[in-house]
C-alpha cells in the first residue's frame, strides 16, 4: 500500500477553478491534469481530484482520473473525493465523507495498495475512526474555509493538537488553511495540511499553473522548514 508522506497535501477543486459554472459542466481534463502535475513538481505528499458538482459516477470523472495517473504514474498518491466507482475503476485512493459511506465497505472494493482517507470533525469522530480500515484520517475545519458551501464548525488548532493526540492515525489538517498556517499545523502534529485556496487561489480568480505551482512550493518549503 503506497504511504501518505508528512507534508502538504494538495486538492484540486473543480468549483475552486471555476469549472462548476460552465454551461456543459465538463472540466478541461487537460488542466485538471495540469494542476496534478503541478502539485507534484511542487513537492504535495498527494492529490486529491474533487468535482463535487459533477454527480457521482458521472464519466468525466474516470476520465480525469485515467488522465492525472497518465501523468503521474506512482510518483505520488492519487485520491478521489466522495466516488467509489470512479476510485475502484481507476485503481487510485478515496478519501470519503462522515455522510459518503461506509469505509468498511469501500475498502473491501478498493485496491489493496489503494488509499482511504475518513473526514472527522470531532473528537468523538476522531476517536471511534480508529476501528476503521482507512489510512489517514481528515479533522477540520481548523479555519473557516470558502470551500464548502455549507461545512462544519471550526476547529481550530487546540481541537487539531487533541485529534492528534487521541489517533494513532495520521491527521491531515484540512479548512481554510494559509501559508502562514502551514508552522503551527506541523507544530500542533498534524501528519500533513490539506490546501486548497493556498494554492489554487480565490473562488472566480484561480491561480494560472505556473502561480499555483509558486504557491503550493512555498507551503511545501515552509512545512520543512
Known amino acids: 500500500m503506497m504511504n501518505l508522506q508528512r507534508g502538504i497535501y494538495a486538492i484540486v477543486d473543480g468549483d475552486r477553478l471555476g469549472f462548476a459554472t460552465r454551461t456543459d459542466r465538463r ?14 513538481d511542487a513537492g504535495a505528499v498527494a492529490v486529491q481530484i474533487r468535482l463535487k458538482y459533477l454527480p457521482l459516477g458521472h464519466p468525466t470523472r474516470l476520465t480525469v482520473l485515467n488522465a492525472v495517473c497518465r501523468a503521474l504514474g506512482t ?8 466516488d467509489v466507482t470512479a476510485a475502484v475503476d481507476g485503481h487510485v485512493g478515496l478519501h470519503l465523507g462522515q455522510e459518503d459511506g461506509d469505509p468498511r465497505q469501500a475498502r473491501a472494493k478498493l485496491d489493496a495498495n489503494a488509499l482511504l482517507g475518513w473526514s472527522t470533525h470531532t473528537l468523538a469522530q476522531v476517536i471511534a475512526a480508529q476501528a476503521l480500515p482507512v489510512q489517514y484520517l481528515g479533522f477540520g475545519p481548523v479555519r473557516a474555509t470558502s470551500g464548502k458551501q455549507a461545512h462544519d464548525p471550526v476547529t481550530g488548532l487546540d481541537a487539531l493538537r487533541q485529534a492528534v493526540a487521541a489517533s494513532r492515525l ?13 508552522p503551527q499545523v506541523h507544530d500542533a502534529g498534524a501528519h500533513a495540511m490539506a490546501v486548497i485556496g493556498a494554492w489554487l487561489g480565490p473562488a472566480g480568480q484561480p491561480h494560472d499553473l505556473a502561480t499555483a505551482r509558486v504557491h503550493l512550493a512555498e507551503c511545501v518549503a515552509a512545512w520543512h522548514r
Open 170 to 182: 495520521p491527521i491531515v489538517a484540512i479548512g481554510g488553511l494559509t501559508l502562514a498556517d502551514v
Open 75 to 82: 510518483r505520488i498518491p492519487i485520491i478521489v473525493d466522495d
Open 27 to 40: 472540466p478541461p481534463v487537460n488542466l485538471l491534469r495540469g494542476y496534478a502535475e503541478v502539485a507534484a
